[in-house]
């Protein structure tokens, strides 16, 4: 049962232009959501969160929408760089349990490149 | 500060054999969680502790286990290795303190088992 589905496996953009990355769940008690970057051989890279009482987070070129009603939520890079270029997982967390613990469930991933 | 760190970073195992991965936190950070990563199914929780007791468990056989110990730094272990065990295995580390969701991950140990 995927939780969280990246429905894309690659993307590519031109340099500048705008990047929209997608992300769908299923889950309604997920409570806050999460992308990350990763690079070969390396561990993913937090890039930014939102929690679900909101519905947008900026953070320099990286916004990351929610719409809970149709459970999606995407990422958007403007302007995009060649640096950008990478494999892009969305995850999401619920707490459970007395302790409030919580784990990540993350989506397939999109592998993104950016195009000079 | 120091980040996640995972040892070792590349591991050859055979069938049936054993093996133990391990993390150091990033310090001040008592939550470590572990992850398996393979090109089929992505990135997979296996389990999480928190001051030396595990909190979560994914949906992996017992021959996975893990523990943490008292100065945060965690180990796993699978054992009778399969094929299909080959994977990234990461760790990450947060603080904990509640409304503080920040995961930093490791660079992972590479397992494959031939």
């Known amino acids: 049962d995927q939780q969280v589905k990246q429905n894309s496996p690659s993307l590519s953009v031109q340099e500048g232009r705008i990047s929209i990355l997608n992300c769908d769940y299923t889950n309604s008690m997920f409570d806050y959501f999460l992308w990350y970057k990763k690079y070969p051989a390396e561990g993913p890279t937090f890039l930014i969160s939102?929690?679900?009482?909101?519905d947008k987070n900026e953070d320099g070129r990286f916004t990351v929408f929610l719409n809970k009603s149709a459970k999606h939520l995407s990422l958007h890079i403007v302007p995009s760089q060649p640096g950008d270029s990478a494999v892009y997982f969305c995850?999401?967390?619920?707490?459970?349990?007395?302790?409030?613990?919580?784990?990540?469930?993350f989506g397939q991933g999109t592998r993104l490149t950016i195009n000079p | 500060k120091a980040g996640v760190t995972q040892t070792p970073r590349y591991l050859i195992k055979t069938r049936g054999q054993q093996v133990t991965l391990s993390c150091s936190p990033i310090s001040g950070h008592r939550s470590v969680s572990w992850y398996q990563q393979t090109p089929g199914q992505g990135l997979q929780f296996l389990f999480e502790?928190?001051?030396?007791?595990?909190?979560n468990k994914g949906n992996f056989p017992g021959r996975f286990s893990g523990r943490q110990f008292s100065n945060s730094r965690s180990e796993m272990n699978v054992s009778t290795l399969e094929l299909g065990d080959s994977a990234l295995y990461l760790c990450a580390s947060s603080p904990w303190t509640g409304n503080d969701y920040g995961y930093t991950f490791g660079s992972g140990t590479r397992l494959t088992v031939v």
């Open positions: 995850a999401a967390s619920v707490r459970f349990g007395i302790q409030g613990a919580q784990k990540l469930v």
């Open positions: 502790y928190f001051s030396e007791t595990q909190r």
């Open positions: 939102i929690s679900s009482i909101k």
